[in-house]
T-cell receptor, first 114, second 114 residues
């Protein structure tokens, strides 16, 4: 079946270190892959996305890498800060037709230690 | 407009009662989505509106669930004869029709069925 999943449920890093969160997907038909951050008691917040025809995209302190050969997606956070502590979800989106619904994975809890 | 708002933020109800949640999307957004999120899981798609038209419903949305968006602005999600399994966070998201797939999420309504 179609799914978006994560390799690790938790990740603990020291403040200032780089963080890497991984995600595997199974649906080759996805057009976009998106990373969301969810803090406790809040809704998911968009971080960065990448189109399926790209390999890499950079934002502010974040980089997303897409490896279509092995259907793997990763989020790299540079110089991780305590405010980065949250659950991170990867999601896929297929923009065919009129529905842009997101399919989420289970999430990775990132804890940043001061 | 500061973002997507949802009301109430928390709802505790007894099994068998009906509940209704409201979502106010970002004002210029014509697409509106409802998701459900249980503890430790990613959000799951429930239904989608484009303007006032409900274009897709997930199989997760049983006959006890109904959603409306009568004027293409705010939306309501009603659950009739609530069951303990309905306990979850109900998230609303909206997006515009620019072709971007970025969805903006509200803070959610946490439902507890006792």
């Amino acid at each position: 079946g179609e799914s978006v999943g994560l390799h690790l449920p938790t990740l603990s890093v020291q403040e200032g270190d780089n963080s890497i969160i991984n995600c595997a997907y199974s649906n080759s038909a996805s057009d976009y892959f998106i990373w969301y951050k969810q803090e406790s008691g809040k809704g998911p917040q968009f971080i960065i996305d990448i189109r399926s025809n790209m390999d890499k995209r950079q934002g502010q302190r974040v980089t997303v890498l897409l490896n279509k050969t092995v259907k793997h997606l990763s989020l790299q956070i540079a110089a991780t800060q305590p405010g980065d502590s949250a659950v991170y979800f990867c999601a896929e989106n297929r923009s065919g037709g009129s529905n842009y619904k997101l399919t989420f994975g289970k999430g990775t809890l990132l804890t940043v230690n001061p | 407009d500061t973002g997507v708002s949802q009301d109430p933020r928390h709802k505790i109800t007894k099994r068998g009662q009906n509940v209704t949640f409201r979502c106010d999307p970002i004002s210029e957004h014509n697409r509106l989505y409802w998701y459900r999120q249980t503890l430790g899981q990613g959000p799951e798609f429930l239904t989608y509106f484009q303007n006032e038209a409900q274009l897709e419903k997930s199989r997760l949305l049983s006959d006890r669930f109904s959603a409306e968006r009568p004027k293409g602005s705010f939306s309501t999600l009603e659950i009739q004869r609530t069951e303990q399994g309905d306990s979850a966070m109900y998230l609303c998201a909206s997006s515009d029709s620019s072709g971007s797939h970025e969805q903006y999420f509200g803070p959610g309504t946490r439902l507890t069925v006792t």
